[in-house]
Every structure is written in structure tokens, then in C-alpha cells.
């Protein structure tokens, strides 16, 4: 409340805000420890009710000696559950696309692999986080002349924006 902050009294400020957060333990004992710091600082704090902020510090410097803190708040409860959200269709995506019997995997327009199912990532013989860090393309598990005619047909995907059928075969 407005009549709060314009006390300048932490105590009270913490005295109505404490009982709403999820782990107030957590929250006490890094402000105590920020007090006493000239760092900047961003935590996230839970509240009960579900709401997230976001918590940014910064020392308040008076003379060249630290003086306080100045602190910022900022909902962020929208984007948390977003992200969440995300997370979850990630995980929901990757499950099923890694126990379907069939060879899924996504290519960017540079023709680099950007994921593989655990079916490919066998076949390939190599880690989808390894794949991720690399610039693997079809030149790094097929023959020359397949790889371009690979090469070939993605582009046409792409150019044209339909699906298309072909077989390829991978090195022994």
C-alpha cells in the first residue's frame, strides 16, 4: 500500500509482505544478506496465492559508501505460466515424438539437424545435445550424392512450403 511505501520503514513494508510469500525463510535471509552487500542482485520471489516477481537490488550509495538498497518489483506471473506452459508441451511433444516407431527429426533452412527422436538419434549414432551444439547436416550421415539429393528435396519444402515422400538410406 501507498501509505507503506512512503514510510520508508522497512520493517513494515516486510511485515506485510512476508506472510504472503511462499518461503519466507528464503526471502528474509537474502535481504539480510544484501543489506550488508554492494552487489546487484535478481531473484524471483512465490507468493501463495501463485503470483511470481521478479526482485532486483541495487545498492544505494552515499559518498562512495553504501547507504541502503533500492529495490524493484516486478509481476511476472503471465510470463512464468507461459513458460511453464511451454515446458510442458515441450516435454509432452518430445514424449510422444520419442515413442512413435518412425524416424522424426527437424532441419532449419540451412539443412543443419535442430532435433532428432530417440529412433534417429540411434540411427545417427550420436546425442540430440551433442547434435544441438553441432551444425550437423545430412553430409555427416549419408553418402555425397544422397545427401544432395536430400538437399534437394528440403529445399523444394521449403521453396514451396509442401510436404513431400521420399525414401533415403543412411551409411552401413
Not at 515446458?87 to 540451412?110: C, G, H, Q, T
Amino acid at each position: 500500500p501507498h501509505e507503506l511505501i512512503g514510510t520508508g520503514e522497512d520493517d513494515k513494508l516486510l511485515k506485510h509482505v512476508i506472510g504472503q510469500l511462499a518461503e519466507p525463510e528464503v526471502f528474509l535471509s537474502r535481504v539480510e544478506e544484501l543489506y550488508g552487500s554492494s552487489e546487484e542482485d535478481l531473484g524471483v520471489l512465490g507468493f501463495k496465492d501463485g503470483r511470481t516477481f521478479e526482485r532486483f537490488s541495487s545498492p544505494l550509495k552515499k559518498d562512495g559508501k553504501l547507504d541502503g538498497r533500492v529495490w524493484s518489483f516486478r509481476d511476472i506471473t503471465e510470463r512464468k505460466q507461459a513458460e511453464d506452459a511451454l515446458r510442458a508441451a515441450e516435454w509432452l511433444f518430445s514424449f510422444y515424438v520419442d515413442n512413435i516407431d518412425a524416424y522424426v527429426y527437424i532441419k532449419d533452412k540451412e539443412g543443419n539437424y535442430t532435433f532428432v527422436n530417440t529412433k534417429t538419434e540411434k540411427l545417427f549414432k550420436i546425442n540430440r545435445d551433442v547434435l544441438r551444439e553441432q551444425n550437423y547436416t545430412d553430409f555427416d550421415f549419408f553418402d555425397k550424392d544422397t545427401a544432395e539429393k536430400i538437399a534437394a528435396s528440403d529445399r523444394r519444402v521449403f521453396d514451396s512450403g509442401e510436404s513431400i515422400g521420399c525414401e533415403e538410406a543412411s551409411r552401413p
